[in-house]
C-alpha cells in the first residue's frame, strides 16, 4: 500500500461547481500536511497547509481527520485557472516528505 | 520565504553525456534533500533521497550508478546523469524542506537527450 493515495481523476467539472479531493495516508505518525498545485510543465507549488481544526483560504477549504487518516480539499466556485494537479504531501519527522500522485482537475467553461 | 535553487532550468545533450544538474537551498540548511522525475502527463516520482554527508537512499527501480547524487554541503546536492540516452528524457526537480515548514521545489529541470 502506498504512503499516501490519491485518486488521479482526472475531475472534470464545470465553471462554477463545487470539486472535493480526498487523500489518504497510511502512517499514524505523519504530522504535517499540505496541498501544491503543479501547473502543467512546472514545479510544484504550495496551495495551503492543512491543519486539525480545517482551514481556509478564500474559495479553498482544506481538512484533516486523524482518526481516519485522510485529508481534504473542497474548491468551490471553480475557476478555469483552477484547472491544475493537486497534490497531497504529507510530512513525518524533521524532513520526511511523501507526496500523493496527484489528483488532475479540469474546469470546463 | 525559504527558496530552493535548481540549475539547470533546461539542458539539451547528445546520447553518451552525462549531465550534472545542482539543487541549492538558498536561505536555509538541509540535511535532506529529494530528488524526483516526471514524464510528460504523469506524476511525480521520488528517484532518491539525498544525505548530507552519506549516500543517498535510491527508491526501487531506479540505478544509483546511472544517477549520481553528491551532497557535499548542507545548501548543496547535485544529480548528475550519466551517459544519458533519448528515454532518461524528463523533467527533474529537486526539493528541500526546512524543519517544521513545507517542502520547497527547485524550479526543475527539463532534460532533453537527443
Known amino acids: 500500500r502506498k504512503e499516501v493515495e490519491q485518486d488521479p481523476g482526472p475531475f472534470n467539472v464545470p465553471e462554477g461547481a463545487t470539486v472535493a479531493f480526498n487523500c489518504t495516508y497510511s502512517?499514524?505518525?505523519?504530522?504535517?500536511f499540505f496541498w501544491y498545485r503543479q501547473d502543467c510543465r512546472k514545479e510544484p507549488k504550495l496551495l495551503m497547509s492543512?491543519?486539525?481544526s480545517g482551514n481556509e483560504d478564500g474559495r479553498f477549504t482544506a481538512q484533516l481527520n486523524r482518526a481516519s487518516q485522510y485529508i481534504s480539499l473542497l474548491i468551490r466556485d471553480s475557476k478555469l485557472s483552477d484547472s491544475a494537479t493537486y497534490l497531497c504531501?504529507?510530512?513525518?519527522?524533521?524532513?520526511?516528505?511523501?507526496f500523493g500522485t496527484g489528483t488532475k482537475l479540469q474546469v470546463i467553461p | 520565504g525559504a527558496v530552493v535553487s535548481q540549475h539547470p532550468s533546461w539542458v539539451i545533450c547528445k546520447s553518451g553525456t552525462s549531465v550534472k544538474i545542482e539543487c541549492r537551498s538558498l536561505?536555509?540548511?538541509?540535511?535532506?534533500m529529494f530528488w524526483y522525475r516526471q514524464f510528460p502527463k504523469q506524476s511525480l516520482m521520488l528517484m532518491a533521497t539525498?544525505?548530507?554527508?552519506?549516500?543517498?537512499?535510491?527508491e526501487q527501480g531506479v540505478e544509483k550508478d546511472k544517477f549520481l547524487i553528491n551532497h557535499a554541503s548542507l545548501t548543496l546536492s547535485t544529480l548528475t546523469v550519466t551517459s544519458a540516452h533519448p528515454e532518461d528524457s524528463s523533467f527533474y526537480i529537486c526539493?528541500?524542506?526546512?524543519?517544521?515548514?513545507?517542502?520547497?521545489f527547485g524550479q526543475g529541470t527539463r532534460l532533453t537527450v537527443v
Open positions: 526539493s528541500a524542506s526546512p524543519q517544521n515548514t513545507e517542502a520547497f
Open positions: 504531501v504529507v510530512k513525518r519527522g524533521y524532513q520526511k516528505v511523501t
Open positions: 539525498s544525505n548530507e554527508g552519506s549516500k543517498a537512499t535510491y
Open positions: 502512517n499514524s505518525a505523519s504530522q504535517s
Open positions: 536561505d536555509f540548511q538541509a540535511t535532506t
Open positions: 492543512v491543519y486539525s
